[in-house]
């Protein structure tokens, strides 16, 4: 039996459950494990788990699932939310995107392995599934159906209203990677206007954040219905952080052969840290723009070997765990306000306006950068 697993999130991978599902899992057929979310991928590098789940693709996990249908007998999803209620609902957003959700048995395990934990088959033909592996977890099995969606999301004309669950209040709100506001109840909403976020209702609007989601000047919509939103940390600290060697960094694919280059490429990521798994391939160093971004993607890249130099003004929002920082980095602390400000003119004046560029070395890139931070430096620390 072919058997793709969709794992979610690092909390299930730093638990141990994906490691002890995958082993359960692999007695009964061939199972085919990939990971979404990019602290997810995290999780995996620190597991040592990346030749058993796939870290490579960029997909969302309904599509993830999308491809599992095509190619599987059985399609597990695996998630261990803030509580039962956040990953049931999350599960009901996922299977609410599938086109063939009713073509291949589809069943949700969430949380494993604590109290409130249970499998939830999300098809009639998933529920035999659903029973053998709740009986082999000990754990209960949950009726639910996407209908439970429609609590969640309520549209009108242009204007949507996404409800979040499981939010406690002080906790930061995350669209697509970025802060956008902090929780100030239990009951926390996200409206849009036209693709524009124009209030949180049960929270408090940040405003930066908000121009950042969307661009700034660019006003750049997002389709709330399918953005990736998130309250509270990024990740617990319940982990070992992991950098791999050369051979497993060659083995993880398509990594670019820097043999015969000249100089060394460099990278920027602009408030993107969620996607820098598939923006730094083939790169020796990152530039990263603010503070969470740089806090995040040092993070991740710490994994990969790859220094940063991070333009950072003080302004974090505390979302990130503890942060590993590779040897051979360097983070300039400019003024209050600012890092977004000379992010742009490290974009235009070293970048060009490309996301990647070569140089003829690292204390050139430096120079440049410092160059254009100017007299906005407070200091400059060296790792």
């Given at each position: 039996m072919e058997i793709g697993l969709v794992i979610h999130g690092p909390e299930i991978v730093d638990?141990?459950?994906?490691?002890?599902?995958?082993?359960?899992?692999?007695?009964?057929?061939?199972?085919?494990?990939?990971?979404?979310?990019?602290?997810?991928?995290?999780?995996?590098?620190?597991?040592?788990?990346?030749?058993?789940?796939?870290?490579?693709?960029?997909?969302?996990?309904?599509?993830?699932?999308?491809?599992?249908?095509?190619?599987?007998?059985?399609?597990?999803?695996?998630?261990?939310?803030?509580?039962?209620?956040?990953?049931?609902?999350?599960?009901?957003?996922?299977?609410?995107?599938?086109?063939?959700?009713?073509?291949?048995?589809?069943?949700?395990?969430?949380?494993?392995?604590?109290?409130?934990?249970?499998?939830?088959?999300?098809?009639?033909?998933?529920?035999?599934?659903?029973?053998?592996?709740?009986?082999?977890?000990?754990?209960?099995?949950?009726?639910?159906?996407?209908?439970?969606?429609?609590?969640?999301?309520?549209?009108?004309?242009?204007?949507?209203?996404?409800?979040?669950?499981g939010v406690q209040p002080g906790e930061k709100i995350l669209v697509n990677g970025i802060v956008v506001g902090s929780a100030t109840s239990f009951e926390v909403s996200i409206i849009t206007e036209n693709g524009y976020i124009t209030q949180i209702k049960g929270g408090t609007l940040k405003e930066h954040g908000v121009e950042k989601l969307h661009n700034y000047e660019h006003l750049v919509p997002i389709d709330l219905k399918s953005a990736w939103v998130k309250s509270g940390r990024l990740r617990s600290d319940n982990f070992k952080a992991r950098t791999l060697k050369t051979c497993e960094l060659n083995a993880l694919a398509n990594k670019e052969n820097r043999i015969n280059r000249r100089g060394i490429r460099a990278v920027i990521v602009d408030h993107a840290a969620e996607k820098v798994f598939d923006i730094v391939p083939g790169a020796d160093i990152a530039v990263t723009v603010g503070d969470d971004t740089t806090i995040l993607a040092a993070d991740i890249l710490y994994r990969l070997g790859i220094p940063i130099i991070g333009i950072t003004d003080g302004d974090s929002d505390g979302v990130s765990h503890r942060t590993h920082i590779f040897p051979g980095s360097t983070i300039l602390r400019l003024i209050p306000d600012s890092d977004d400000v000379i992010g742009r003119k490290i974009l235009a004046n070293v970048f060009m306006n490309k996301k990647n560029m070569n140089f003829a070395s690292l204390d050139e890139l430096k120079a440049m950068i410092i160059q254009q931070a100017n007299d906005a430096i407070k200091y400059i620390k060296e790792y």
């Open positions: 638990s141990g459950q994906a490691k002890k599902i995958i082993e359960i899992l692999s007695t009964k057929g061939t199972v085919t494990s990939m990971i979404a979310g990019t602290m997810g991928k995290t999780a995996v590098i620190d597991a040592h788990l990346e030749n058993t789940i796939d870290i490579n693709r960029n997909l969302k996990p309904s599509d993830c699932i999308e491809e599992c249908i095509n190619t599987d007998d059985v399609i597990y999803l695996l998630n261990h939310g803030k509580n039962l209620e956040t990953g049931i609902a999350f599960a009901g957003m996922v299977i609410s995107h599938l086109k063939r959700k009713d073509e291949k048995p589809i069943v949700h395990i969430e949380r494993p392995g604590s109290p409130d934990g249970a499998v939830i088959p999300w098809n009639e033909l998933a529920q035999k599934y659903a029973n053998t592996i709740a009986n082999e977890l000990g754990l209960s099995i949950i009726l639910a159906s996407e209908q439970e969606k429609e609590i969640l999301l309520e549209s009108e004309g242009e204007r949507v209203v996404r409800h979040l669950t």
